[in-house]
Nanobody
Framework: QLQLVESGGGLVQAGDSLRLSCELS????????MGWFLQTPGKPREFLCA????????AYADPVKGRFNISRDNAKNTVYLQMNNLKPEDTAVYYC?????????????????WGQGTQVTVSS
């Protein structure tokens, strides 16, 4: 059974940086492209970024280009989301997700597995 466990969320101030981690277990990590999404109350999950199985290709949603960076360490079965210059509007629950196909999808339905989410709160 594939499991994803996020960590690294918390309360930070505007302008701060934060790095989220997501560890995959139960399946070969390098068989999955990985994505990060966020969700705020009452809204659907929004795509942030994705990374290919080998890490050589990435994709970002326009609002986070230049501020967020996705990376992965296949030896540690972990994908990371480095978030810089955080803003109060970045406050959300952040989810990692695994896609068994090597694509950089921005669609939630393309991801078969999801973590439990980690809360990020940015104060002004």
């Amino acid at each position: 059974q594939l499991q994803l466990v996020e960590s690294g969320g918390g309360l930070v101030q505007a302008g701060d940086s934060l790095r989220l981690s997501c560890e995959l277990s139960g399946r070969p990590f390098n068989h999955h492209a990985m994505g990060w999404f966020l969700q705020t109350p009452g809204k659907p999950r929004e795509f942030l970024c994705a990374i290919s199985r080998g890490g050589g290709r990435t994709a970002y949603a326009d609002p986070v280009k230049g501020r967020f960076n996705i990376s992965r360490d296949n030896a540690k079965n972990t994908v990371y989301l480095q978030m810089n210059n955080l803003k109060p509007e970045d406050t959300a629950v952040y989810y990692c997700a695994a896609d068994p196909w090597d694509r950089l999808s921005d669609k939630t339905y393309d991801y078969n597995y999801w973590g439990q989410g980690t809360q990020v709160t940015v104060s002004s």
